[in-house]
Each structure stands twice: as C-alpha cells, then as structure tokens.
C-alpha cells in the first residue's frame, strides 16, 4: 500500500514539474503487394506526426509488408491521423475504396495502433461526386524567391461575361484544390463554393463576386502560419496574385471589397493576411483557425498591438467535435482579444460554432454560405 501511494505521488509530481502526462504510442501497418522501393508516412494532428504534412514522417520498414513508428504523446489527448506514400494523392483508402475519415486515437496509456491497409488512393479511378460550377481560368506556377510556386484559379461569376462595365469585390481563399473540384481535393470532397456562391448570386441573395483559389503545397503548415515562410506567401499574394487579377479581371481593388478566407491553419493564415495587410485585405472569413493551439499563438500578436484599431471585419467559425474542439479555447482568445482592443461582435466581427461540426471540408462546405452572406449580402 506504501509502494502504491509512492508511485502515485511520483506521478503526481511529475506531471506537476514536467507537464501533462505522456505515453509512448506505436503504429504497426501492414500492407501487402508494395514495390520494395515504397515509402511509407504517418501525418496527423500533432508535431510528431508532422501536423499533416503527407511526406515528413516515415515509418520504419521492418519486413516486407510491415511499417512501424514510435512516438511520445500526451495522456488523453486526441490524436488524428492518416497513412500516405508521401503525397494525399496516395493516401490510404477504406477496405471499400473509399477516402476514410481520420484514424482516431486518445491514448490513456501505452498504446500499441495496428492496422492492415489494402487499397491506396494511386491505384484506383474514381467517381466522384459534384463538378465545377461556372468559367474558371486555371494559372501556374507564380514565384517569389523563397517559396514554393503556386497555382491558383479565378472563378467568374454569373453574367461575368455579359455585364462588361460592371466591377466586382474579389474572395481570395486557401487550399484551392479542396475550394471547387471534388477531383482535386483531398477527401473528394470540395466545400462547393462555385455551386452555393452561383446559388446566391442567381437568387439575388448577395453581391456577384470573383473567387480566387490558392493552391497549398506541402510547405503549408509552415507557409499558412506567422513565420517567413508566412510572410513571403503573403507577399506573394500581396504582390504577385493580387496585382495580376487586378489587371486581367475587372476587380473592385480597394481593401473594402477584398475578402481573404480559409479553415484551420488557413483560418489563421487569413486573419493574419487581415491583420498584416489591413489595407489590402478588409474582411477575412477564418473557420476552424488555429488561433492558438500547440507552440502555435497569434493571438499574443493581437493583444500586443497599442496602435489605433485597425478597420477590419472578421468572420469566425469552428465546430465541436474531435480536432474542432481543441481549436475552441484558442477561439475563444481571439475573440477576448478582439473585444480588448475596442471590436464588437456582429459589428466588427461575427462567430458561428456548431457543437456538432467535425474538422472537414463536408463541414465546411454546409457552412460556407454564412461568410459569403457577411460579406457580400444584399443590405
């Protein structure tokens, strides 16, 4: 009984000197009928599994058809993840040949993960479900020294076309590749901004706008976040994207009618576009933004600023479930910050959460209509 309460107390006191508690975890995969040369990789939610990056953490090959990865976790932290060959054009598929959800994982202890993967993404056609909606000009590789080049599309709204003399207010968004084309992005499904922004427009609900979708790269972790590679995407939007759609496209070119938007490390990317570039970008939708969460905190940039307030609108958006969780306190101190510095809700900025939301593009896509409302509805 002395030895129990000993070791108790040792934990206790550990985990009060060093932290929260940790656990070592180990995947172990099985998965037959690879080339010899295959490279597996494990990307999820946390550092060590490389904040879902597809091609940063390898397994370790230890026979011919088994990969292993050994890890330190937080006790009772929920962990999500994926396997790929290097790219989500080759992640893992379901036993029917479907994209899975996340592989979910609150480790309580020691924990040991198995799995058998038969089916990866490369080796199938698919069918897929919805299309691209409305004329979209697709562009390649724009550079700036320092960064990885980058595609991006513009798409037109209704009457474009016909309507010559008319300008429009421009929505710069991340991820392009998940924005319009279910084909192109990582889960199959896109968040059918073609298909609700035609939607509203058509029924006279809010204000014709371009869209202009950027695609990521694997940099994006790094790129969608406050450091230099932060910056030079910024800037390449700043003073690359921006200027050429200025030119080719019949724009609205103030800050008033240029909105910048994304989810997750997207979210944060475009409140930071907002809040660098006040007089570039005026509105910035952020959905399931990471705020503040892991070493990662914007919103001490925020509470740091003394200068006057800077004239933005912001839109907020987060779900409850799994990931969406963890990103809702670094939410909440955004919006603290906000209001510290003389902001007001459904004024300055407005907050949507759905406590039944999970971290995805089918979430998103149900709640894209409520930026595009924001910002662009009819008065």
């Not at 509105?283 to 307030?309: L, T």
């Amino acid at each position: 009984m002395k030895k129990k309460f000993i070791l108790i107390f040792v934990s206790i006191f550990s985990t009060l000197l060093f932290g929260q508690e940790k656990v070592k975890i180990k995947f172990e995969i099985t998965t037959p009928k690879l080339d010899d040369s295959t490279k597996i990789f494990v990307a999820g939610n946390i550092e060590p599994l490389g904040f879902w990056r597809p091609d940063k953490i390898q397994m370790k090959k230890i026979s011919s058809d088994k990969w292993v990865y050994e890890f330190i976790a937080n006790k009772n932290e929920q962990i999500e993840f994926k396997f790929t060959k290097g790219s989500w054009q080759t992640e893992a598929l379901g036993n029917d040949l479907t994209i899975p959800r996340n592989n979910i994982l609150i480790p309580t202890k020691d924990t040991i993960f198995t799995k058998t993967i038969l089916n990866w993404r490369d080796k199938f056609d698919f069918k897929v479900d919805g299309q691209v909606t409305g004329k979209v000009d697709y562009y390649k590789n724009f550079v700036i020294d320092g960064l990885r080049s980058r595609n991006f599309f513009v798409w037109l709204p209704p009457n474009y076309e016909n309507e010559k003399s008319k300008r429009y207010p421009v929505f710069y968004m991340h991820d392009g590749q998940n924005l319009i084309d279910p084909r192109t992005s990582n889960t199959f499904i896109d968040w059918r901004v073609d298909e609700v922004a035609d939607s509203l427009i058509r029924t006279n609900e809010i204000e014709p706008f371009i869209l202009v979708g950027i695609n990521n790269t694997d940099d994006r972790a790094n790129e969608y976040n406050n450091t230099e590679l932060g910056k030079l995407y910024m800037k390449l939007i700043v003073e690359k994207i921006k200027p050429f759609v200025d030119k080719n496209y019949r724009t609205l070119t103030d800050a008033k009618n240029t909105a910048v938007g994304g989810s997750s490390m997207g979210g944060l990317i475009s409140m930071i576009c907002a809040w660098e570039y006040p007089n570039v970008f005026y509105k910035a939708a952020c959905f399931s933004p990471a705020f503040k969460i892991n070493s990662i905190d914007y919103v001490r940039v925020v509470k740091n600023y003394n200068e006057p307030k800077k004239d933005l609108l912001i839109y907020i958006d987060n779900g409850g479930k799994g990931l969406e969780a963890f990103l809702q306190p670094g939410v909440d101190s955004m919006i603290e910050a906000l209001n510290q510095k003389g902001y007001e809700e459904n004024k300055d900025y407005f907050v949507f959460i759905d406590e039944q939301a999970e971290h995805n593009e089918a979430a998103w896509a149900k709640r894209i209509w409520r930026p595009l409302k924001f910002f662009f509805g009819k008065k």
